[in-house]
């Protein structure tokens, strides 16, 4: 099956480094140009947004939430796997423009007729795509969806991009989700931790 990453910022380019050469990929971005230097750099195909959710079974959106909705709404999309890893923040990033009545996840679904979107890597920097494969194996990926199948298929892109799986159930975890996703920016970025930093959970003998 193919995967289409739509978005060539940083996430986007992350993403593609990390899965290039681990499962058939193809890139697209509203640069074209970029689109296919980017494809050519890491030796994977590249294609216009239209084209490569056409081409796709799993199709990642990884742009900011206002762009995924917007693209949500391709009709191509339907009956594909739908990756939404956006958190939607607020312009100057102080926290999210909705939560824990309703998640961009939520939203995007809403738009998607059809498709099965999936939840994950909304609480991972992209900074974390560029360190050793050894040093994010352990780094969890949350997954959030409601079609089994397409979350054990998600589930199998997160250990290609080098990270552990931790399942957290239906998409309505979406809301619990993107604010630890903003948790995460108020750590790295308000408190200065940094971007080399992911939540974890932490099992406890007792």
């Keep these: 099956m193919k995967t289409a990453i739509i978005g060539i910022g940083n996430m986007g380019k992350g993403l593609a480094s990390r899965l290039a050469g681990k499962t058939d990929l193809i890139v697209a971005g509203r640069n074209d140009q970029a689109a296919r230097s980017l494809a050519e750099s890491l030796g994977v195909e590249s294609a216009t947004i239209a084209d490569a959710i056409a081409a796709a079974g799993i199709v990642i959106l990884a742009v900011p ?41 939520d939203k995007i679904q809403n738009a998607a007729t059809g498709a099965k979107v999936v939840k994950a890597f909304n ?19 949350f997954v959030a969806g409601n079609d089994e199948d397409a979350v054990e298929k998600v589930s199998r892109l997160v250990v290609d991009a080098g990270f552990a799986v931790e399942k957290t159930g239906g998409l309505d975890a979406a809301k619990l989700l993107e604010p630890l996703g903003m948790l995460n920016i108020r750590l790295g970025y308000g408190l200065g931790r940094g971007t080399a930093i992911a939540p974890a959970w932490i099992n406890l003998a007792v």
């Design 123 to 141: 609480t991972i920097f992209a900074e974390l795509f560029y360190a050793s494969r050894d040093a994010t194996a352990k780094v969890p990926v």
């Design 65 to 105: 939430y206002a762009s995924a909705l917007e693209i949500a709404t391709s009709p191509s999309l339907s009956g594909k796997i739908v990756v939404d890893i956006s958190n939607p923040l607020k312009p100057d990033f102080s926290g999210l423009l909705f939560g824990h009545e309703i998640s961009a996840a």
